[in-house]
T-cell receptor, first 111, second 114 residues
Framework: EDKVVQSPLSLVVHEGDTVTLNCSYE??????LLWYKQEKKAPTFLFML????IEKKSGRLSSILDKKELFSILNITATQTGDSAVYLC???????????FGAGTRLTVKP | ETGVTQSPTHLIKTRGQQVTLRCSSQ?????VSWYQQALGQGPQFIFQ???????GRGNFPPRFSGLQFPNYSSELNVNALELDDSALYLC?????????????FGPGTRLLVL
């Protein structure tokens, strides 16, 4: 059965800390891996990764994919209170246009 | 904020009833996907519509059905509601069949089944 597992489930840090969020997956017909930030309701897109070893960066956020070991990490440096959210990892499958989401990591950044 | 809208924002139903949720896609997008997100869980793929045809379906029973209209807006219908159907229902639109990084989510409809 296709599955996506995120860890940790929750994390509390202080402003300025660096965090690493993990996503491992076991799926057939892998197409891409996506990271989303969900603050209240609508998840907002962060990154899409298709190739191993190529880091994607956007400001203080970066992500990388390892297709051999079947995992991805999302790094956030110099965290701010506005980074507090649930971070979702999703794997897009070729078959059926399905997307399998992990349960998310709830990040809380304290002032 | 994306151009994807959903209605209603909240809804309360009782077991056995039927519900219709609506989604207006972003301008220029012809693909709509629907997801169910239970509390504390990630979204689960229900199905996708591309140019008015179902273009993929997740592991949901037939009482979950959908429609896409010529203007690419979409409906999700759920018959014979069960307590476990209580969740946030998200729709997402993208500019072509399949998921791309340009998929935008709507704000969701929170359904409570009593």
């Amino acid at each position: 059965e296709d599955k996506v597992v995120q860890s940790p489930l929750s994390l509390v840090v202080h402003e300025g800390d660096t965090v690493t969020l993990n996503c491992s997956y076991e799926v057939t017909n892998f197409r891409s891996l996506l990271w989303y930030k969900q603050e209240k309701k609508a998840p907002t897109f962060l990154f899409m990764l298709t190739s191993s070893g190529i880091e994607k960066k956007s400001g203080r956020l970066s992500s990388i994919l390892d297709k051999k070991e079947l995992f991805s990490i999302l790094n956030i440096t110099a965290t701010q209170t506005g980074d507090s959210a649930v971070y979702l990892c999703a794997v897009e499958l070729y078959n059926n246009n399905d997307m399998r989401f992990g349960a998310g990591t709830r990040l809380t950044v304290k002032p | 904020e994306t151009g994807v809208t959903q209605s209603p924002t909240h809804l309360i139903k009782t077991r056995g009833q039927q519900v219709t949720l609506r989604c207006s896609s972003q301008s220029g997008h012809n693909t709509v996907s629907w997801y169910q997100q239970a509390l504390g869980q990630g979204p689960q793929f229900i199905f996708q519509y591309y140019r008015e045809e179902e273009n993929g379906r997740g592991n949901f029973p037939p009482r979950f059905s959908g429609l896409q209209f010529p203007n690419y807006s979409s409906e999700l219908n759920v018959n014979a509601l069960e307590l476990d159907d209580s969740a946030l229902y998200l729709c997402a639109s993208s500019p072509s069949g399949g998921v791309q990084e340009t998929q935008y989510f709507g704000p969701g409809t929170r359904l409570l089944v009593l």
